[in-house]
């Protein structure tokens, strides 16, 4: 079904103040910005922007949504892929991860650690909430296969093996982005890989895969 003229132009405006959010957070912090600033770049009346979003952490989720579907799709890509040992896609997803982020250094400088946040306590319904369930689920899969061609020890349920993934490439990422930059942030996700992959990995699937895979990134929505 066609959207209507106004369904299609409330889109639109809500894209704008989308990519006007990003930009203004990625130029200064998200304590820094305010709605009318907002609203402002926009090129919108600043009630438009409170009739799409009540604040800017409303703001926040939806990007937050975007970051998640993204990541998302990048698991795909590693499920879509049979071929390669389950390390050296563990290891892709550190680099990606990495390059990710340094690329955009200063949008997810600010609102990395409000995105962090936000992910404690996301309710299930909402949209941000069903990307991260989704990516959650695509990385235990992915981890649950590992382990069912005996790369990864399964002495461990794979979903503990997901989280123990998340709480190190997030602090990698968080401490990099706020508390240390010296150094290649890829460098530090392919040191933080080879951690992971030391307390899991067997020996044999180790043999096999000690380079990093590229993936394609997924396709994205463009702002």
Do not use: C
């Amino acid at each position: 079904m066609l959207k209507s003229r106004r369904q299609q132009s409330r889109a639109e405006q809500r894209q704008r103040i989308l990519e006007a959010a990003r930009s203004l957070f990625g130029e200064r912090s998200f304590d820094d910005v305010t709605m009318a600033d907002i609203a402002e770049l926009a090129g919108v009346a600043r009630a438009t922007v409170f009739n799409h979003f009540p604040g800017k952490h409303a703001l926040v989720e939806a990007i937050t949504e975007d970051v998640l579907a993204y990541w998302a799709g990048m698991l795909e890509h590693a499920l879509a892929d049979q071929a390669t040992a389950t390390p050296a896609l563990v290891r892709a997803l550190f680099a990606h991860m990495g390059e990710g982020i340094a690329h955009y250094y200063r949008f997810y400088r600010g609102v990395f650690r409000e995105i962090a946040k936000l992910q404690v306590g996301l309710e299930e319904g909402s949209g941000a909430g069903r990307a991260r369930a989704v990516a959650l689920e695509r990385l235990t899969r992915l981890l649950a296969r590992g382990q069912a061609r005996g790369e990864l020890r399964a002495d461990v349920e794979a979903i503990d093996i997901a989280r123990a993934f998340e709480s190190l490439s997030n602090g990698t990422l968080n401490q990099w982005l706020f508390d240390d930059a010296s150094g290649a942030l890829e460098q530090r996700m392919e040191r933080a890989a080879e951690i992971f992959l030391g307390a899991v990995a067997l020996g044999h699937a180790e043999a096999r895969s000690a380079t990093v895979v590229r993936l394609p990134a997924p396709p994205r929505r463009r702002r």
